[in-house]
């Protein structure tokens, strides 16, 4: 199974990303995925997620109603829009895979990993 995240960069405030999640290796629309990232000198941190089928999305407080989670089922990937970008965000985001009925908000419910992005906001 592989997990290739993509997208990450350099923004300046305000400015806006889209992060990609390319997944190999598995029966993609079984899994539900999820967003997390982790800040350095910090624990990682749940993100977004989102069900099989795209019906249902979770966010964390933090990044509600600036990022939205979404997937392409026929493309195996799932993608993290991020606007309206603070300080606050700059992280290595990381892609997760889950046979789960919902998105959990835990990594260790997770099953496999991507190698991470960077996503560095410069205020």
């Known amino acids: 199974v592989q997990l290739q995240a993509s997208g990450g960069g350099l923004v300046q405030a305000g400015g806006s990303l889209r992060l990609s999640c390319a997944a190999s290796?598995?029966?993609?629309?079984?899994?539900?995925m999820g967003w997390f990232r982790q800040a350095p000198g910090k624990e990682r941190e749940f993100v977004a997620g989102?069900?099989?089928?795209?019906?249902?999305?979770y966010y964390a407080v933090s990044v509600k109603g600036r990022f939205t989670i979404s997937r392409d089922n026929g493309k195996n990937t799932v993608y993290l829009q991020m606007n309206s970008l603070k300080a606050d965000d700059t992280a290595v985001y990381y892609c997760?895979?889950?046979?789960?009925?919902?998105?959990?908000?835990?990594?260790?419910?997770?099953?496999?990993w991507g190698q991470g992005t960077l996503v560095t906001v410069s205020s």
């Open positions: 997760a895979a889950d046979m789960a009925q919902r998105p959990a908000r835990s990594t260790y419910e997770y099953d496999y």
């Open positions: 989102i069900s099989q089928r795209g019906g249902g999305t």
């Open positions: 290796g598995l029966t993609f629309s079984a899994y539900v």
